[in-house]
T-cell receptor, first 115, second 110 residues
Framework: NAGVMQNPRHLVRRRGQEARLRCSPM?????VYWYRQLPEEGLKFMVY????????ESGMPKERFSAEFPKEGPSILRIQQVVRGDSAAYFC?????????????FGDGTRLSIL | DAKTTQPTSMDCAEGRAANLPCNHS???????VYWYRQIHSQGPQYIIH???NNETNEMASLIITEDRKSSTLILPHATLRDTAVYYC???????????FGQGTRLTINP
């Protein structure tokens, strides 16, 4: 059973470029969550998506960040015009449904470095 | 979601049981207690969760007090690979996101 797959594992961008982070959920999971972990800080929720729908984006920065989970293919977290403060580890998690009695299973993250 | 309180750090000898406490005195009846851990450079790993009853799986046991105001995660025979930050999370019914605190940094010593 493949777990949550994230790629790339490491991504380096220069200020002003775009970053695209991909997440393939576990087989049979149709709910995806993105979290961010800034250096020396805890994980913070960003966004929750189902196929083709954004359910909760309360943790997303208001500008430059967007997420999608299309009918086919992985979920994408997109950061436009990256700045140094975007350097962080970005983790994706998935669950079969969005029930609170079901655990979320995490990938190993994408480490984004901004030069 | 109810707030949780965990010790900042703990040490345990290899081969002994590691008991990690968590206080969640404001927990309500429909909130689950979840435990995750994060080994350096990896994503959070789900360990176990429970509502009222004690739970056990291949990784650990979860003991929840009768009043549900605290719980203990037990790793029965700790190994060096159990060195990680352990997070106790209380998750409310209908809540989609997990709220991570600072966790307990557990170090297993040879």
């Amino acid at each position: 059973n493949a777990g949550v797959m994230q790629n790339p594992r490491h991504l380096v961008r220069r200020r002003g470029q775009e970053a695209r982070l991909r997440c393939s959920p576990m087989k049979g999971h149709s709910h995806v969550y993105w979290y961010r972990q800034l250096p020396e800080e805890g994980l913070k929720f960003m966004v929750y998506l189902q196929k083709e729908n954004i359910i909760d984006e309360s943790g997303m920065p208001k500008e430059r960040f967007s997420a999608e989970f299309p009918k086919e293919g992985p979920s994408i977290l997109r950061i436009q015009q990256v700045v140094r403060g975007d350097s962080a580890a970005y983790f994706c998690a998935s669950s079969p449904q969005g029930h609170w009695d079901q655990p979320q299973h995490f990938g190993d993250g994408t480490r984004l470095s901004i030069l | 979601d109810a707030k949780t309180t965990q010790p900042t750090s703990m040490d345990c000898a290899e081969g002994r049981a590691a008991n990690l406490p968590c206080n969640h005195s404001t927990i309500s009846g429909n909130e689950y207690v979840y435990w995750y851990r994060q080994i350096h450079s990896q994503g959070p790993q789900y360990i176990i969760h429970g509502l009222k009853n004690n739970e056990t799986n291949e990784m650990a046991s979860l003991i929840i007090t009768e009043d549900r105001k605290s719980s203990t995660l037990i790793l029965p025979h700790a190994t060096l690979r159990d060195t990680a930050v352990y997070y106790c999370i209380v998750r409310q019914q209908g809540a989609q996101k997990l709220v991570f605190g600072q966790g307990t940094r557990l170090t297993i010593n040879p």
